[in-house]
């Protein structure tokens, strides 16, 4: 079993920050990419930004320059550092990580954290 724990949702006002943590748990036994997705009211989930295990990061354009994605191998957690937040980042937002289980090493799979609010008033 295995469970990614997403915190640090929040309401900002435009121009702020906040930082989303995503902690994976359970029986894993390799992290290969971690990512963050959003789904705003009315839109298709779309990728805000990935990285991979060896620490390669690929961002969408919206966000590209504002938002950052770092992640902490030995803790499983990945981060999304998200600055001059703008009112259309409001959404909720997902992690997601790829992954090798400890029952299946080596067929990957991906999980879904169970989202965070993200509001951003103008």
């Known amino acids: 079993q295995v469970q990614l724990v997403e915190l640090g949702g929040g309401l900002v006002q435009a121009g702020g920050s906040l930082r989303l943590s995503c902690a994976a748990s359970?029986?894993?036994?390799?992290?290969?990419?971690m990512g963050w997705y959003r789904q705003a009211p009315g839109k298709q989930r779309e990728l805000v930004a990935v990285?991979?295990?060896?620490?390669?990061?690929n961002y969408a354009n919206s966000v590209k320059g504002r938002f950052t994605i770092s992640r902490d191998n030995a803790k499983n957690t990945v981060y999304l550092q998200m600055n001059s937040l703008k009112p259309e980042d409001t959404a909720v937002y997902y992690c997601n990580a790829e992954l090798l289980t400890v029952v299946l090493p080596t067929v990957p799979i991906k999980y879904w954290g169970q989202g965070t609010q993200v509001t951003v008033s103008s």
């Open positions: 359970g029986s894993i036994f390799k992290i290969n990419a």
């Open positions: 990285i991979a295990s060896g620490g390669s990061t």
